[in-house]
């Protein structure tokens, strides 16, 4: 509740609680503008005090719609602290991708290369090359018509490229993961299966 409205309120008399909370009640509805608050705010008070209290309400909304600006110019300030937080982790994590696919690009053995540089070309994505320059290792995307345009370049096309680039290069770093586990998982199963013929062998011996 309003400290200046209570305090203004009880000046010329009004010092009821329950009043004070219902003028303030209207003035913060949001369903009427500031002209239908001042009416119906003043016509109540004036039918409990003689006096002219237009001068209150209209300092108490100018107050009010100060506090609402000043809330409301917060919560924006907070969105965009917020939105540019998101653009800064949304960037750093791109940049964590795309040093991840550099490095299993260099790790790809070439058979693992010729079925990724397949599948790209089948759906139109031209192909990737990992090359040095200017002493540093970066992808370079390069089109059917073999049109390289490196990643030091700055437009819309070639960020696509690069994310399509990670997105493959993930890809196919989750199907290396995927065939190694399973691998494992094969090696693991064979092992058991010998040491279980083991253990058969040794038991008919006992017999």
Known sequence: MSQYLTEELAKIGIDDEAIVEYCAGLLSDTTMDDDEKREAVTGYLEAVVDTDVTAIITKELELTSAKTADLKAAADQLLRDKL???HTRERAEFQRDMQAAT???RHLTLDERKRR???LKKYGYGTLEVVEKNGETEIVYRETNDTVRSEGNDNAKIVADK?????ENAKV??????????ELLEQDRARKDKEKRRTMKKEKRRM
């Open 84 to 86: 540019s937080e998101a």
């Open 103 to 105: 490095r299993e690009e």
């Open 117 to 119: 540089e397949a599948f």
């Open 163 to 167: 994310e399509r680039a990670s997105r």
């Open 173 to 182: 770093a989750h199907q290396k993961k995927v065939e190694r586990e399973k």
